[in-house]
C-alpha cells in the first residue's frame, strides 16, 4: 500500500529582507495621493486619481482611478517609491563600524537577489554602500594609526 507523500517544506531563510529586520517599517509610513501617483505612473500606470491606499506590512493596496474612469486596484511593493531609497541610504549612512556595515551589506544583497528593484535604484543603493564602505575604511585605518 501507497501512503500519503511526506510534505517537505523548503528552506526559506527569514528575517533577511530590510522589512523582517525591522529596519524599514513602510507600514507606517503616510503616503499621499501625490506620491502614490508618481509610483504607479513610473511602472506605467495610467493613473487618473488615487482613490485608497491601505498599507500592510510587506505591500500597499492601492486603488485609484484610471484615464477611462474605471476603479482598479492592485498591490504593490513599497521598493516602487522613492522613499524606499532614501530610508534605505540613511539605513547605509547610520553604520558606524565594518560590522555594522557587513550585516547591512548581507541584508542588500539578499534585498537585490529576492526583489525586483528598479535599475536605478538598485545601482544608487549599490555605489552608496561601496562609498560608505571606502570611508568606514579609512576611519578605521586613521584610528590605528593614532593608536586607538
Same mark, same amino acid.
Given at each position: 500500500m501507497f501512503g500519503k507523500p511526506r &510534505?517537505?517544506?523548503? %528552506?526559506?531563510? &527569514?528575517?533577511?529582507?530590510?522589512? +523582517?529586520?525591522?529596519k524599514i517599517k513602510p507600514e507606517e509610513w503616510h503616503i499621499s495621493d501625490a506620491e502614490a501617483k508618481e509610483a504607479l505612473k513610473a511602472k506605467g500606470y495610467d493613473v487618473k486619481q488615487i482613490k485608497k491606499i491601505h498599507r500592510? &506590512?510587506?505591500q500597499v493596496c492601492i486603488s485609484y482611478w484610471d484615464a477611462k474612469g474605471n476603479v482598479c486596484s492592485s498591490f504593490f511593493s513599497y521598493r516602487t517609491f522613492a522613499r524606499w531609497?532614501?530610508? +534605505?541610504? &540613511?539605513l547605509i549612512y547610520t553604520c558606524q563600524t565594518l560590522k555594522e556595515w557587513a550585516k547591512l551589506n548581507y541584508v542588500m544583497k %539578499?534585498?537585490?537577489a529576492y526583489y525586483h528593484y528598479p535599475?536605478?535604484?538598485?545601482?544608487?543603493?549599490? +555605489?552608496?554602500?561601496?562609498?560608505?564602505?571606502?570611508v568606514l575604511k579609512a576611519i578605521a585605518q586613521q584610528m590605528v594609526l593614532q593608536g586607538f
Open positions: &510534505k517537505t517544506n523548503q %528552506y526559506r531563510r &527569514k528575517s533577511r529582507n530590510l522589512i +523582517a529586520t525591522n500592510l &506590512k510587506h531609497q532614501e530610508e +534605505a541610504e &540613511k %539578499y534585498e537585490f535599475i536605478e535604484m538598485e545601482d544608487a543603493l549599490q +555605489a552608496i554602500l561601496e562609498n560608505h564602505l571606502s
